[in-house]
């Protein structure tokens, strides 16, 4: 196995880890290393214990993993949570006005005392700069020049002035002095690799965001909700730079039918929301799905029922993202299983949504949308972005439209060609209720089962538009791990390292387009498979059942997870051997 | 040169001969005639409830959306369009039960949208239960005994929200009515029009023999000023042997919601060409990331 080393760095809420963490992350980047930098907090704003582990290698990673390398404790809790996961040779760095309890201590470890709140405020004026402090003492132990964390330093506090970059700038020079005194009993280095291309460091949020504005869209209405807020605030912090709107909203209920109405007009809108959130939205999918107005719903999923635990991650909306609303009508549910992916179902969804006017639901969930990764430059590629509107009717067309419009035409494909209000040519009603061709409420049978049957024929279509499942590892394998969207991370980390031991071991099957299934290469997909497990974030079994309901086929195990927690490949690779 | 032909439905009303809509209907018509507003320069956003089934029964854009979420469609219709006029018609039951929080946050932020209530103080598509306007003791099949709910006051609450612009009308007084809708359709910002509909069939202890004895025309009414805010509040609260109609209060216009986006300056949203962003703006974007 490739090396790689965590640091996780330990605190109370309020400390600032995941600012300090995402700029440490960002200055590893920029010194070649590829980082996977994972923020777990509480859902409260002070006390408590949080945590921020940036694992850092000199080859890609797609996962966080368990053994933590540096553990920099900004407290005695944070000894207490992580000490079992750290390596023989590992260091613990800690408050040296700590008193750090005898059964804290472990043989093989390195634990340094420093004074990190007393060095801080003594070079930097401010307790609060330990978190860079600690960081740079961490540079410091494994040889990572310190030149890229002064040049994050540089840009982020630039706007705050000289004085306080220079402060910071101290600090981080005294955390380096600090850590290069222990580097000599340190045994893991992960130098910076100055030739490197330029690389760059997102979490799921940011890339779907940006695919999204990317491929047009320029509507965004949400009440805020974790882990689903910060792409409205993407969007608002970029909003007058690119002439999108966007409006915080008095509840989610408020916020889809917002969308609705813009994109009832002709704008490309996008809610971000989670599970509580979404459950708010259900009656509006309906009646986009009625009234077949294209929207984009992002769900940025985290465990549930209720409240749950606001800040952790689950897959566990999988079922009710499919299935919400009375009735039936097409929908697409799409689970991206990277940052990458992210990025191009951002833009994706968007034609997907107007190509066959019918609601898209990107299900995302706190794991991908906040974790950081480091991706090649043209990982985000913005070449292959397409604006494609399907059959929204031009001005030239409405000015030779001579009959009256049909907004809901029955057609082949199910889609028919959609004005937007404005136009002398095209003016006509819609409805929630069923409706016949003009939009005019309809109640008979015959109708009723032509403008049934015209939403559902979409579902076809959809079907061959969305990706097959996509394969990871050697093409034939003893065990085939199936899973879906952000699971694909740590999953093709556990079949990396199944096959280290001996090749041909495992291999992934992941899936990003769940709803509807393409259904004929899942099934030629798994025709390919020996023994099979199904890896996916939930108690129950979600995927499974949908694989199951569409295929007939069954798998051989199953690996769940439901505490709240990511997969880590040590999780996967320690349930394995009981799943079959 | 628009007449009452251009805006001629092809379905025919659903409703109750004798109900209060048909008055609405012809209001909104000779309004929109009045005004020289085009039925492809509107859209009428409705609720779900009898009168909601309107804009079916006019050629004009309309939208029949959900119970209690016009208000929130029209929002994002108008911030999507600012070069669309936007009229949500819905009862009271729609604007002040479901969709009450919808109701105070547009009215705050003073989007330009017309928001007519058929307020018939009960419900009638689901057969006669008392609704958020009926008064205290109204015996319905949900309250048998008589309700205990005391009504809300929609014309206070528009007023306490920050609405600049808030009337009765009274689908009985037809000319009245549509000179309500012209003066709302002309109002920069939120309109708030409460309009008092006889529900001839299940509420009868409001039919138009009780409004035409009791209601007056506040423009008539001497010293009245509905510049006064606090004046129009309490005038709100008369109900009884004299039930006012007309415009309660018309402020002095702020800017409208729409207007103070800075993103809808350059133009309605809609009218924007949608294009892929250029090298300058992804390398931007990037460099944010790098």
Redesign the interface.
């Known amino acids: 196995m490739k090396e790689s080393l965590t640091i996780c760095i330990g605190g109370e809420a309020g400390m600032g880890l995941e600012s300090s963490g995402a700029g440490f992350a960002k200055a590893l980047t920029r010194g070649g290393l590829y980082v996977f930098g994972l923020p777990d907090y509480h859902s409260r704003i002070r006390g408590g214990h949080n945590f921020f582990s940036v694992r850092i290698a000199h080859h890609p990673l797609y996962s966080h993993a368990e053994p933590v390398h540096i553990l920099l404790a900004l407290d005695v809790e944070t000894v207490r949570r992580h000490i079992g996961s750290v390596v023989p040779g590992g260091a613990v760095v800690y408050d040296a006005k700590d008193e750090l309890p005898e059964e804290l201590h472990r043989p093989g470890v390195n634990f340094c005392p420093i004074p990190l709140s007393a060095l801080a405020e003594e070079r930097g004026g401010r307790a609060v700069m330990r978190n860079t402090l600690a960081f740079a003492l961490a540079a410091g132990l494994i040889g990572f020049d310190p030149a890229y964390i002064e040049s994050v330093v540089r840009d982020n506090f630039a706007r705050k002035g000289e004085a306080v970059v220079d402060a910071n700038l101290r600090v981080v020079e005294a955390g380096v002095q600090a850590g290069c005194a222990f580097q000599t009993d340190f045994p893991f280095r992960m130098e910076a690799v100055p030739e490197a291309p330029r690389r760059l460091l997102l979490n799921g949020n940011d890339a779907f965001a940006m695919g999204a504005l990317a491929g047009g869209c320029r509507f965004v209405a949400a009440y805020p909700m974790t882990p689903g807020s910060p792409v409205l605030q993407w969007f608002a912090a970029r909003a007058g730079e690119y002439g999108a709107v966007t409006k915080h909203a008095e509840d989610e209920i408020a916020a889809v039918n917002m969308a609705i109405g813009a994109a009832y007009v002709g704008a490309r809108a996008l809610v971000p929301t989670s599970g509580g959130g979404f459950s708010l939205m259900v009656e509006a999918l309906g009646l986009a799905g009625m009234t077949e107005v294209p929207v984009v719903i992002y769900e940025a999923q985290r465990p549930g029922p209720s409240t749950g635990l606001p800040t952790r991650t689950e897959q566990g909306d999988l079922l009710f993202v499919t299935y919400a609303s009375q009735g039936e009508f097409p929908r697409f549910v799409l689970a991206p299983g990277t940052v990458e992916e992210s990025f191009r179902i951002g833009w994706q969804a968007f034609n997907l949504a107007e190509r066959y006017q019918t609601p898209a639901i990107v299900l995302s969930d706190h794991y991908l949308a906040v974790a950081y990764r480091t991706i090649e430059a043209d990982a985000l590629n913005f070449d292959e972005v397409t604006i494609d509107r399907g059959s929204l009717m031009g001005r030239e067309e409405l000015d030779a439209l001579q009959e009256p419009y049909r907004r809901f035409r029955v057609t082949e494909t199910g889609v028919s060609p959609r004005a937007v209000p404005g136009h002398p040519n095209a003016v006509w009603s819609t409805t929630s209720d069923e409706h016949d061709e003009y939009g005019a409420i309809n109640e008979e049978a015959d109708n009723r089962n032509a403008q049934v049957e015209k939403r559902l024929r979409k579902l076809e279509g959809m079907a061959r538009e969305v990706p097959g499942p996509s394969w990871y590892g050697p093409e034939e394998a003893e065990v085939t791990l199936l899973c879906w969207g952000s699971s694909y991370g740590p999953v093709r980390e556990a079949v990396d390292r199944l096959n280290g031991e001996r090749t041909g071991r495992a291999n992934m099957l992941h899936f990003s387009a769940l709803y509807p299934l393409p259904l004929e290469a899942t099934k030629a997909a798994l025709g390919r498979t020996k023994r099979t497990v199904v890896v996916e974030g939930n108690a129950t079994g979600q995927f499974e059942t949908l694989l199951r309901a569409y295929t007939g086929w069954s798998p051989d195990g199953a690996v769940h997870r439901y505490d709240g927690r990511a997969f880590t490949p040590e999780y996967i690779l320690r349930r394995l051997p009981f799943a079959v | 040169m628009l007449t009452r032909k251009d805006f001629a439905g ?2 025919r009303p659903t409703w109750c001969t004798g109900c209060g809509n048909f008055g609405i209907l012809n209001a909104i018509t000779l309004a929109l005639v009045e005004r020289q507003i ?4 509107i ?1 009428i ?1 409705t609720g ?1 409830g009898c009168g909601s ?1 309107l ?2 029964y006019m ?8 119970h209690g ?1 016009p208000l ?10 600012h ?2 006029r936007v009229m949500v018609v819905h009862g009271d039951g729609d604007g002040y039960g479901e969709g009450l ?2 109701f105070l ?1 547009t009215a705050r932020r003073n989007l330009n949208i017309v928001d007519l209530v058929q307020d018939n103080r009960v419900y009638g598509l689901t057969r006669g239960q008392y609704s958020p306007t009926s008064e205290s003791g109204k015996r319905t099949p949900t309250s048998p005994e008589g309700s205990i709910d005391r009504p809300v006051n929609p014309l206070a609450l528009a007023i306490s929200a920050g609405a600049t612009f808030v009337a009765r009308g009274y689908s009985g007084e037809l000319q009245h009515l549509a000179w309500l809708i012209g003066e709302a359709l002309d109002h920069p910002g939120y309109a708030l029009l409460d309009v008092l509909q006889p529900c001839v069939t299940f509420n009868r202890s409001y039919a138009y023999e009780y409004y035409n004895e009791r209601v007056y025309k506040l423009e008539e009414e001497p010293g009245y000023d509905p510049a006064d805010r606090t004046a129009a509040w309490e005038k709100a609260w008369e109900w009884g042997e004299r039930i006012p109609i007309g415009i309660f209060y018309r402020g002095e216009p702020i800017p409208t919601y729409e207007e103070q ?4 300056r ?1 133009g309605p ?2 009218e ?1 060409p ?4 250029r090298a300058e ?2 390398e931007s ?2 460099a944010e ?2």
Not at chain 2, 59 to 66: A, D, I, M, P
Not at chain 2, 72 to 81: C, D, M, Q
Not at chain 2, 274 to 277: C, D, G, K, V
């Open positions: 092809r379905e085009a039925p492809h320069e859209a956003i779900i089934k804009p079916h050629k004009v854009n309309g939208f029949h959306t959900l979420r929130a469609v029209a929002t994002g219709a108008r911030l999507a369009n070069g669309l929080s919808h946050h986006v800075p993103a809808l350059a949203l809609v924007r949608l294009e892929r962003l703006q992804v974007l990037l990331i790098a």
